[in-house]
Nanobody, 121 residues
Framework: QVQLVESGGGLVQAGGSLRLSCAASGSISSINAMGWYRQAPGKQRELVAFITSGGRTNYADSVKGRFTISRDNAKNTMYLQMNSLKPEDTAVYYC???????????????WGQGTLVTVSS
């Protein structure tokens, strides 16, 4: 089986920076697109950014210019560099990936358990 584990969350003051990591492990054949989602209290989960296997990226308007998504395919790891953080960025951040395994014909949709980012004003 495969899993995703996020790390790097924590408490930071407004204007500060954090770098989140998402490491995939298990019987991985390859990973297609990967993305970061977040969910704030009382709000629905939203897409923050995604990156294709070829490195093409897209961002939510709310984070454009402040966040940078990247991936290291050799390490099966994705990153989210978050700069100029705002209190409204406070949320649980989740890693998501479409992962191919040898034992299945169709890709798996895999979610991490989340990492909490808290931005104080």
């Amino acid at each position: 089986q495969v899993q995703l584990v996020e790390s790097g969350g924590g408490l930071v003051q407004a204007g500060g920076s954090l770098r989140l990591s998402c490491a995939a492990s298990g019987s991985i054949s390859s990973i297609n697109a990967m993305g970061w989602y977040r969910q704030a209290p009382g709000k629905q989960r939203e897409l923050v950014a995604f990156i294709t296997s070829g490195g093409r990226t897209n961002y939510a308007d709310s984070v454009k210019g402040r966040f940078t998504i990247s991936r290291d395919n050799a390490k099966n790891t994705m990153y989210l560099q978050m700069n100029s953080l705002k209190p409204e960025d406070t949320a649980v951040y989740y890693c998501n990936a479409e992962i191919l395994v040898l034992t299945r014909v169709r890709p798996l949709e895999v979610w991490g358990q989340g990492t909490l980012v808290t931005v104080s004003s």
